[in-house]
Nanobody, 115 residues
Framework: QVQLVESGGGLVQPGGSLRLSCAASGSIFRFYTMGWYRQAPGKERDSVAG???????GYVESAKGRFTISRDNAKNTMYLQMNNLKPEDTAVYYC?????????WGQGTQVTVSS
């Protein structure tokens, strides 16, 4: 069973950058479709970006041009590079993994964008 652990969140000023990491246990990480989601207070959890096992990526419109999702299968790790952060990016960011009928979530990492 794969377990996911996020890291890299924190407090950053508007215009700043953060890189989130999602470390996965287990040897079948490379077969999972991975994604980043976020949930702001009082709002639903929404998709931010995704990456397939073949490295095909997709982004929500608000993340295009600012965020970059990537994965290193040798390290069982997925990343989200976030640049030009805005206050509306403030949320808990969750790592997600999907393979067949199996869907996994990490515990989340807080990102706060504020001056």
């Amino acid at each position: 069973q794969v377990q996911l652990v996020e890291s890299g969140g924190g407090l950053v000023q508007p215009g700043g950058s953060l890189r989130l990491s999602c470390a996965a246990s287990g040897s079948i990480f490379r077969f999972y479709t991975m994604g980043w989601y976020r949930q702001a207070p009082g709002k639903e959890r929404d998709s931010v970006a995704g990456i397939t096992s073949d490295g095909i990526t997709g982004y929500v419109e608000s993340a295009k041009g600012r965020f970059t999702i990537s994965r290193d299968n040798a390290k069982n790790t997925m990343y989200l590079q976030m640049n030009n952060l805005k206050p509306e990016d403030t949320a808990v960011y969750y790592c997600n993994a999907v393979h067949g009928a199996s869907t996994l979530w990490g515990q989340g990492t807080q990102v706060t964008v504020s001056s």
